[in-house]
């Protein structure tokens, strides 16, 4: 029998320091009113020095695990959903194994931009389908404060810092992942990019010079992409799964832009109350923007174990795409496996104390026994 791949586990993580409107307009030619008539965005959060993606990642995913209670040693694959990894190699996700002790996880980075997290868990959920895993971590984490220009208000406004993850398990019972449309078209690359740094213009003086590692937006042409496939692919997934737009209970969409949303949803026909919107507190924090909201509506009382849900994301690429997910929640289990005491574990790795897997090695042997 062919296993269903259900979300049995969610976490989030955001930097303490928080930028407001009011703070932005001492560093550039802006203000409140503006920023929130054109973004929807009050403020957002913004990694401070020695917090990167994948630490971010690495406590998102540890939350995430302790939810599902499952060890890190039950992990067969990490995926990290990023536009602004640790570094180009090698990948933020391998970080993110070492740090939260999966020693059985393979470990990859995906780049699609802020679709990244939807094609993530595509993957993850067609291997575990396909029977060669039975659990995945899919993480969305990102710095891109790190990446703007403090002196562009079209884009220093938008972005904030911050990672999402789930646990994706194998189970015999319907449910879990059920449909997903991915879609790209390279012709609107230079819509949304960040020019600089790879091997195509490497870093240099002129590079540096000429701002060309900062992100770069065509703001009113991402806008008419962006409103126009977040409700065709909200259509087409829905379709693809075999049900109808009442049957979804819940929209979960790419925190991009309040008035893409609401365009979108006019577009769709439907309600404010069946979107999730969050973007108020958090920005634009691309790959980590639909599982951090996915934990606030839980949170709040907004998804229950049955309801039927859309993600739905755009980014740069372009890329877009949905996904239809049937919710559950943690798989019932016998006993617990977390005692409590894994996050001292966790933060005996983030500081490099590498003898921290005879202790772990000791505190799992007790619990055994």
């Known amino acids: ?54 630490s971010l990642a690495s406590e998102a995913a540890l939350k995430a695990l302790e939810m599902a209670n499952v060890h890190p040693s039950a992990v067969d ?141 065509k703001g009113r042409e991402v806008f008419r992409f962006a409103t126009r496939v977040m409700a065709q692919s909200t259509l087409e997934v829905v379709q693809k799964a075999n049900l109808n737009l009442e049957d979804i209970q819940l929209i979960i969409p790419h925190q991009a832009n309040q008035r893409i949303i609401e365009t979108a949803a006019k577009n769709l026909n439907i309600s404010q109350e069946r979107i999730m919107l969050n973007i108020d507190r958090y920005g634009n924090t691309s790959t980590a923007s639909i599982p951090i909201a996915v934990c606030e509506a839980v949170q709040n009382g907004k998804i229950n174990p049955g309801d039927k849900l859309v993600f739905v994301a755009f980014g740069a690429g372009l890329t877009w795409g949905a996904a239809v997910v049937q919710w559950s929640g943690p798989i019932p289990i016998k006993r617990k496996v977390y005692p409590g005491r894994y996050r001292l574990l966790a933060r005996l790795r983030s500081v490099g104390l590498r003898w921290w897997r005879r202790i772990e090695g000791w505190i799992w042997g007790k619990q055994a026994g």
Not at 19 to 25: D, S, V, Y
Not at 184 to 212: E, F, M, R, W
């Open 1 to 54: 029998m062919t296993p269903y791949a259900h979300i049995t586990g969610w976490g989030m993580a955001v930097p303490e320091t928080i930028l407001t409107n009011q703070e932005l307009e001492k560093i550039v030619e802006t203000n409140d009113e503006w920023i929130i008539s054109h973004s929807g965005i009050r403020e957002r959060h913004i990694a401070k020095e020695g917090e990167t993606s994948s």
């Open 77 to 217: 694959l990490i995926i990290v959903a990023t536009s602004s990894p640790d570094q180009i190699f090698p990948a933020t996700a391998c970080s993110v194994q070492d740090a939260i002790g999966a020693k059985n996880a393979g470990a990859f980075d995906l780049s699609a931009a802020c679709t990244g997290f939807i094609y993530a868990l595509d993957l993850a959920s067609n291997a575990i389908r396909s029977g060669s895993i039975k659990t995945a971590l899919v993480i969305g984490a990102e710095t891109l404060s790190r990446f703007v220009n403090w002196q562009d208000r079209n884009t220093c406004i938008l972005f904030g810092d911050g990672a999402g993850a789930f646990v994706l398990q194998a189970s015999e019972d319907s449910g879990g992942f059920l449909a997903s449309v991915l879609r790209s078209d390279g012709s609107g690359a230079d819509l949304l990019t960040l020019p600089a740094g790879g091997s195509k213009q490497p870093a240099s003086p002129i590079t540096v010079k000429n701002g060309q590692h900062y992100i770069q937006m």
